[in-house]
């Protein structure tokens, strides 16, 4: 069992994972229904999003990339304090110029996914502490309890709005009370990120190559390719945010917070479980295949959301779509651990991450636009679809060959 060969900091980072992942699921539901509530227009509500995660790409490049030399632990600490900053400007003002501030500097998620420095400091952590042959299995469960995590989140945050509804309370200060409590949950991580051992630490070799200015040495050229590739995908993701989807469902069927709470629970519910399959699938099929045959199917699906004709088919092919969408997450992050050396993984897994962050940074944009528009209204589904089956197809021509190489033990997680 997975759990029970954890040692205590595998136990932390599983339990940051879960209240990072409820923490963005719990805001995601409600975010743009907050902006919306700001009198702020589609447009600008795009622009907000896309400086948001323009932010968390920048702060994220330059806290991992100085991760495994300054400490990860340290790093970690900062993205929880930079999360309690932007849960709490985003708060108490209603001013374009310091919601821009809280975007570009502090680490909030408007899609429910991972943001900021964690996820490259603690799968770079996670791998320091779990043997080679178990890292795939391990990601599985621990992108498994993030899905739940988010899943919660969103049920959570929808559900809390509307009751502070039906007692009174305006729509905007509901949301508000979701916004502080976020920047509540980043104090909860600072604390547990205190209680790491020195074993999480990076360990460098006495014949390392001296680094790039990213952190890198050997790995760069693969880390760069997987990078582009990874860029595009995100980019493609970016039009189909959480919180995009959610107003999308709020203004094409009238689905209130509550009820898109419930929506995005068995959602992220249904991801989690793909995710879990991924490594068992990952061990027969390969890498490479679980990631592509798993996703091309799901990139038909979102396509498909927006032609419905009513809210129940609607959600049922969105179900459908988020039983497979993260299957390919464990095998992409097993795999680039396993092609860096030690005291790069911190390293290359934020410079995939931030390549993840970019692309998605630039696409709510033109989604708002898109969305402020009823002839468009469904365009986000239509070319976020297009540009990951482009992005399967280029995955699958550059790195079918070499998928697994020289490190196949321990990309398909044998002993």
Known sequence: MTFTRLTADGYILFGTRVIRMFAYGFLSVVLVLYLAQLRLGQGLIGL??????IGD??????????????????ILMAGAGLMLFAGVLFAVTDKLALLLIAAIIGVISPSGYEVGPFLSVEQAALSQIVPDGRRTQVFAWYNLVGSFATAAGALCGGGLTEL????GIIPLNSYRMVLVLYGVMGVLLAALFTQLSPEVEAVHSDDRQAPTRFGLHRSR???LKLSTLFGLDAFAGGFVVQSLVAYWFHVRFGVEPAAL????FGANILAGISALAA???AARIGLVNTMVFTHFPSNVLLMLVPLMPNLS????VLFARFSISQMDVPPRHSYTM???APDERSAAAGVTGIARSIGAAISPTIAGVFLGNPVLLGAPFFVAGALKVIYDILLYRGFREIKEREHEDALLGKD
Not at 313 to 316: D, G, L, T
């Open 313 to 316: 088919s609607a959600i049922a």
């Open 261 to 264: 709470g419930g929506i995005f």
């Open 57 to 74: 790409a920048v702060i994220s490049l330059w806290l991992t990339s100085s991760a495994d030399r300054v400490g990860r632990r340290r």
């Open 338 to 340: 396993a092609v860096v």
């Open 48 to 53: 907000l999003l896309s400086f948001t995660l």
């Open 279 to 281: 490594a068992w699938v």
């Open 221 to 223: 050229s693969v880390v």
């Open 164 to 167: 502070l509804q039906q007692v």
